[in-house]
């Protein structure tokens, strides 16, 4: 692969002309990991368009930013918060992932602390203490902002349907290629066609760069 072509491709198509060096450096830990063990190009496609929008398009392991507005939080997390609630809860990142993410995902109460302890980080933003101990950093849970580690559960989750038990292989095959649908590898059909034009942009600069 001609990585300066790709690169070229995707500053004009998907970052408006402008690469930071830590976009290029977050991709090309993805491109290289990919390189090792080359597969399907919409794989990597979609992978790469799944990064770019959980990380808000910086290509690196980030933390999740909770610091919502009342509006903000009916908006996402309606379901665990009323309107007097959401009020009381707004701007408080930590309060607010204490109650989102409580009893769920292998959590515990909202006193316990596990929201926030397990509050979504990397590529990926892998949520919940029991997808931190499926990688085994349930105990150090930021060792998923490391850029190897990130990488590693990026590739491993969505090839092998570890976060949703759906998986690249799915949605892309001989006979099927499913843009939309893929976005059920990782969280239902949120932001699912962004994401599929995302990745359609994605394999257009891995096709010029070949």
Known sequence: MNHAKFF?????????????????????????EWQAKPFDQR?????????????DKTMCAISENLNYSAA?????????????????????????ANRAYANRMGNGSEASGDGWRYR????????????YLKYGIADHPDLALDPTKAV?????????????GR????????????????????NGTDRAADIAGYAKKFLAALEAAR
Request: glycine share 10%.
């Open 72 to 96: 903000g939080l009916l908006s996402t997390f309606g379901k665990y918060f009323t309107a007097a609630q959401a009020a009381a809860y707004a701007r408080q990142p930590q309060r607010i």
């Open 43 to 55: 794989w990597l496609a979609y992978m790469l368009a799944t990064a770019y929008h959980e990380t």
């Open 152 to 164: 590693e559960i990026l590739f491993d989750g969505m090839i092998n349907g570890r976060f949703t």
């Open 167 to 186: 998986k690249l292989a799915d949605y892309f095959s001989g006979t099927a290629t499913d843009w939309v649908g893929a976005r059920k590898i990782i």
């Open 8 to 32: 070229a491709a995707v500053r004009i198509s998907l970052f408006d002309s402008h690469l930071s060096t830590n976009q290029v450096n977050g991709m090309e830990a993805i491109l290289i």
């Open 120 to 131: 979504g980080r990397g590529l990926v933003q892998i949520t919940g203490h029991d997808n």
